[in-house]
């Protein structure tokens, strides 16, 4: 019941279009819109009522929200300001600030989260210094092995355990920091990788000891309680814990660098085309870092270690085992990186698997009729050396891992915001 | 009988939407089972906990949509891709393709009697968008039942690829054509999680316990993704679907959206290519769930005239008010009924106007100051009763309301109360500021009993539930013509424009100068709302209609026809409304004692006909034994197939709406829409 007759003034009396001046009232609106039903349900959360309907001769909202959504000048050019793109490389750095000052910047994915600048900066350096830690306990536990080396054995084996207990630790919580999408909050962390982390075990205790285990199998041992395991030259170790800092570091790399190309890209074609050079850079950056961190660990904690008295110099197949294991775990890095755990779990396996039959080969060829199965191991390590066989395991399987990364870390999937589960 | 009650961000969740609503539908029908099946939309939600849940709730089942979803597990085999075999990869790019294509496709927006209008070309275009995009979710759901996978083939490289032809294709939406690679894996990614309800094992279709297959009935709580588990039960074994909506959720998801476009919500990829996509993977969603729903419950018209434009059959749509408890306002209600009108009803008799409710930009409260300085000239002894209610009551508030300047608007009102009334000589200002609670004001019941006349000045409102409490107090109201208001007070109640000082002000002084029309008027509002929007109304219509549902659209008849043929459309068959008696409805318990006792007395008139259907009996009765070890359906129960035939062919996208639907609709569309004329009192 209504005691007022509609004001006069509201339709028919004025010159001026009603529905211009509503368009000029929810301008934004109807700019951004992308459907007329979005108008509608925006203009009647504005305000809008059957009554200013009727003013503008029409018969119900949806309708009015179709003349406005047909006559709104619309943004072409929405997604040149949410990107503007710098198709130069040079241009990064100039975009990702542009974007986060965009309204819809919030969901810039270039950005790990929006926080006060300090907490950013902070969180920023702990994600850059966490995989140096591994490396700096580990030389720690080296020196202080130095310093002990006329302590009683049991003491030694403390520090030993706790360095590597520390190394370990550490190790696993740089690698697990390393997804530098943002991630919903509140999202429930994800389960500790069990078979990985084992595998991982696995091949440094091999890198570590498999050498010296082998030979003993060959050489009719080995006699418990008699040989005690040889320690393995120091720059084995360091050099292992260091190459974790290029491999962190050259993954978050790849893993900013193909968001930023995520962005700009029109297609998925174009988008592998530009991810895969940037691919290729991450994978040369470790090749070549990783090397020369090895020789520079031995270098290093060999010679101040051995005290002059045993220079091990890495040898040729030595070296290139450490290092074949190191490419082995980044590719596994990548790929578990992006959302292909299964194939990281699977190449990782593999190599153990392939480790592991090699050193059972040799005493399951001590029972009779089976003297056939150690042939091939022994002719490789009498040919190449025992450090030949981690090469060829690890090798292969990081041969095979980085050509399956190479197919899929280029496509545009392996770049959800957030890794797909399992 | 067995109830499943689908919600999505709602009901067993603390801060959900509708969850008072749903507390007391359940507690009010406990002869019913009820299972609730809960999609949860943040961690957030999660972590606020659960409602206290009633004794008739069986059991509760809850799922994300949210977050990377439930690991794929040791399942899934192979490096990265969910689905395996040629042949299923060749279905999922199939079906897949189906729904991009309509997902991505121009057309929008379908309404019944545009396309009567329109030619024939439009609306083929239109059902044939529809159809495709039906077709690829189905094809998907049996995709999902039958092997693992859906989620991780969702967010591969294969259905990125399908989205980018969909967008790239001709007739494409504008919006979508600009779409980048970063746009496409967002809509993958949303899409993934739109579609996690098709992978859940709820449906019994893989083993395990029958789950919504073998309840009797979904009540989806929202037409989007909450009505999703809906569709799929009632494609596999046919459960009637109803829908109920306070708020239209497809309005929100708009509403949502244009905030994040222009930034008011810094939330989620806001992008117009992702917005464009999944507002059109919406309505899709929202358009396939009104064609198929047996029953809609908008909560007023206005949700109903969304419904309607989405597709909504007009002869499904019931409107079913929104029930509040009256009791803690009977008191004031009842004696403000006692005539005759005295001379000065307050103690210090000053005609006095009482404003409840939440101060936001969205209620308008300045322009009632301006109106109330306008009745001060005619009223000079008039005062003004600014009462806050405190947001804690548990009311679900439409989406609009609710905004960020809702903190500051209060000292701004303030200090233009300040600046319009200043305080006179005694120190006294005609307008008070209060809050529930507080000393003067105890109970909300207190603050309307304060005043003569109830005014509603809001320039956004939906349901007014203010309103609807100052009526249950028998007080006399002034509102703005905004949202359900005027189908809500009906007559009993003065409407005047919204943001009109004027209008509000000579309304308010005609009501606060006459008594005798206002305490008439507040009678009659409180008649009206005592039998309309109470509780008890609510859940006895909902009860209502469960039977009705039940009886036209038995649970689970279809399912071995569907089976055997899953594409052919349903034929508009007369139904048989008692076809299924109603004890095979009872929970499990009872129908045993039931049917021991009084079990082989119905079976004599019907036995006959089934005898030549044994087939068909036999094989129903089978597919509904695994469900919860008692046969509900006992073998002689009717054969016939039921009026379904609404669902699919009838929808109004083919252009001939509600032409067959049957007559029993009409009674109680009257009763409980058409309410209003004659409802209306004429003071």
């Known amino acids: 019941m209504n005691t007022h007759p509609a004001p006069a003034d509201q339709g028919s009396g004025s010159s001026a279009d009603p529905v211009r001046v509503l368009l000029r009232r929810h301008s934004t609106l109807c700019e951004r819109a992308v459907d007329p039903l979005e108008i509608a349900a925006g203009l009647e959360a504005g305000g809008v009522t059957d009554r200013t309907v009727a003013s503008c001769r029409h018969r119900d909202v949806f309708s009015l929200a179709e003349e406005l959504y047909a006559r709104a000048p619309r943004r072409e050019d929405d997604a040149q300001d949410r990107t503007p793109v710098a198709p130069s490389a040079s241009g990064l750095g100039a975009r990702t600030e542009t974007g986060s000052g965009h309204p819809g910047g919030g969901a810039d994915p270039t950005l790990p989260a929006r926080g006060p600048v300090p907490a950013r900066l902070l969180s920023g350096a702990a994600a850059l210094g966490l995989p140096l830690l591994p490396g700096l306990l580990c030389a720690g536990t080296l020196a202080w092995l130095v310093l002990l080396e006329s302590a009683p054995p049991a003491l030694r084996a403390v520090v030993c355990a706790v360095g590597a207990g520390a190394v370990l630790g550490s190790g696993v919580a740089s690698v697990r920091a390393l997804p530098a999408t943002p991630r919903a909050a509140g999202m429930r962390p994800r389960p500790f990788p069990v078979l990985p982390f084992l595998c ?27 040989s005690a395991p040889a320690p393995p030259p120091p720059g084995v170790p360091l050099g292992l814990t260091l190459a974790l800092a290029p491999a962190v570091w050259c993954a978050r790399w790849f893993a900013h660098a193909a968001r930023r190309k995520l962005a700009g890209c029109r297609s998925l074609e174009e988008f592998s085309a530009r991810v895969r050079p940037a691919l290729a850079l991450a994978l040369l950056a470790f090749a070549v870092s990783c090397p020369a961190l090895l020789w520079g660990a031995h270098t290093l904690a060999d010679g101040a270690y051995a005290g002059g008295e045993r220079v091990d110099v890495p040898a040729g197949p030595a070296f290139a085992a450490t290092a074949a294991v190191l490419l082995l775990l980044f590719a596994a890095l990548l790929l578990g990186a992006h959302g292909f755990r299964q194939a990281a779990r699977a190449g990782l396996l593999t190599a153990c698997a392939l480790e592991a039959a090699v050193l059972l080969s040799v005493p399951v060829a001590r029972l009779p009729w089976l003297q056939a199965l150690s042939r091939p191991v022994e002719a490789l390590v009498a040919h190449q050396g025992t450090a030949s066989v981690p090469l060829a395991a690890c090798g292969c399987a990081a041969l095979v891992l980085l050509a399956y990364a190479s197919i899929t870390l280029p496509r545009a999937s392996a770049h959800h915001r957030e890794a797909a589960p399992a | 009988m067995r109830i499943a009650l689908l919600t999505e961000g709602g009901y067993p969740y603390l801060r959900g939407e509708s969850a008072l609503w749903c507390d007391r539908l ?60 040629r042949r299923e990869r060749r279905r999922f790019r199939e079906c897949f393709s189906l729904l991009a294509e309509a997902v991505c496709t121009a057309q929008y927006g379908v309404r019944a009697d545009a396309l009567r209008g329109a030619g024939a070309a439009v609306g083929a275009v239109v059902t044939s968008q529809a159809d495709r995009f039906a077709a690829g979710l189905y094809g998907l759901a049996e995709l999902a039942a039958e092997r693992d996978g859906l989620s991780a083939a ?15 294709a001709p007739g494409a939406l504008r919006a979508a054509h600009a779409a980048r690679v970063e746009d496409l894996l967002a809509v993958a990614e949303r899409l993934e999680r739109a579609l996690r309800p098709l992978s859940l094992d709820w449906y019994g279709l893989r083993g395990g316990e029958a789950g919504l297959s073998a309840s009797d009935l979904c009540h989806a709580v929202g037409a989007g993704p909450a009505a999703l588990p809906g569709l799929l039960a009632h494609r596999a074994a046919g459960v009637p679907l109803l829908i109920t909506e306070y708020g239209v959720r497809l309005r929100a998801h708009y509403l949502a959206s244009a905030a994040g476009a222009t930034g008011a919500v810094a939330r989620g990829v806001a992008g117009a290519p992702v917005r464009a996509l999944l507002g059109s993977f919406q309505r899709l969603l929202t358009q396939e769930a009104y064609a198929r729903a047996h029953v809609i419950t908008p909560g007023n018209a206005h949700d109903r005239t969304w419904q309607e434009r989405c597709g909504a059959d007009r002869a499904r749509l019931r409107t079913v008010y929104p029930g509040m408890d009256p009791a803690p306002f009977d008191a004031v209600g009842e004696r403000s009924a006692d005539l005759p009108p005295r001379d000065g009803c307050r103690a210090d008799g000053a005609p006095t106007l009482v404003w409840a409710g939440r101060i936001g930009p969205a209620k308008d409260v300045s322009t009632l100051l301006h109106a109330f300085a306008r009745v001060r000239e005619t009223l000079p002894a008039a005062r003004l009763r600014i009462v806050e209610t405190g947001g804690s009551d548990g009311r679900s508030r439409p989406a609009a309301a609710g905004g960020d300047g809702d903190d500051a608007y209060l000292p701004l009102c303030r200090a233009l109360a300040a600046r319009l009334f200043p305080a006179d000589a005694g120190g006294a200002c005609p307008v008070a500021f209060d809050a529930v609670g507080s000393r003067t004001v105890p109970t909300l019941a207190d603050a309307y009993a304060a005043g003569d006349v109830v005014v509603l000045s809001s320039a956004v409102e939906g349901f007014p539930v203010s309103l609807v409490e100052a009526m249950f107090c028998g007080r006399a109201t002034v509102s703005t013509e905004v949202g359900a208001v005027r189908e809500v007070i009906g007559g009993t109640g003065l409407v005047v424009p919204p943001r009109d000082p004027r209008a509000l002000a000579e309304a308010c002084a005609a009501l606060l100068g006459d008594r005798t029309r206002a305490t008439r008027l507040g009678a009659a509002a409180r008649a009206r709302a005592l039998e309309l929007f109470t509780v008890r109304q609510n859940v006895e219509t909902f009860r209502a209609l469960y039977l009705e549902v039940l009886a036209r659209h038995p649970a689970g008849a279809r399912a071995a026809d569907r089976a055997q043929a899953p594409d052919e459309d349903d034929v508009a068959t007369p139904a048989h409304p008692f076809a299924r008696p109603a004890e095979s409805h009872l929970p499990g318990r009872w129908a045993g004692a039931t049917r021991r006792g009084a079990g082989t007395a119905p079976a004599g008139p019907e036995g006959g006909r089934s005898a030549g259907t044994t087939g068909r009996a036999g094989r129903r009765t089978t597919t509904r034994v695994p469900a919860g070890g008692a046969t509900h359906t006992p073998s002689w129960a009717g054969q016939d197939r039921p009026a379904d035939g609404l669902s699919a062919r009838n929808r109004p996208a083919d252009g001939l709406p509600a032409r067959n639907a049957p007559p029993w609709r009409a009674a109680p569309e009257r009763a409980a829409v058409g309410a209003e004329p004659e409802e209306a009192t004429t003071p």
């Open chain 1, 200 to 226: 991982v075990c696995w091949l440094a205790g091999y890198a570590l000891y498999g050498d010296w285990l082998l030979r003993q199998l060959l050489g009719g041992g080995p006699e418990f309680p008699g």
């Open chain 2, 26 to 85: 359940l507690r009010g029908l406990d002869g019913h089972e009820f299972a609730v099946h809960a999609l949860s939309r943040s961690a957030r939600q999660e972590r606020a906990g659960w409602c206290e849940l009633p004794a008739n709730v069986t059991r509760v089942r809850t799922a994300p949509l949210w977050g990377p979803g439930e690991p794929a597990g040791e399942t899934v085999r192979g490096l990265g891709h969910g689905l395996h075999g």
């Open chain 2, 154 to 168: 969702l967010r591969s490289e294969q259905a990125v690829r399908i989205l980018q032809g969909a967008c790239r």
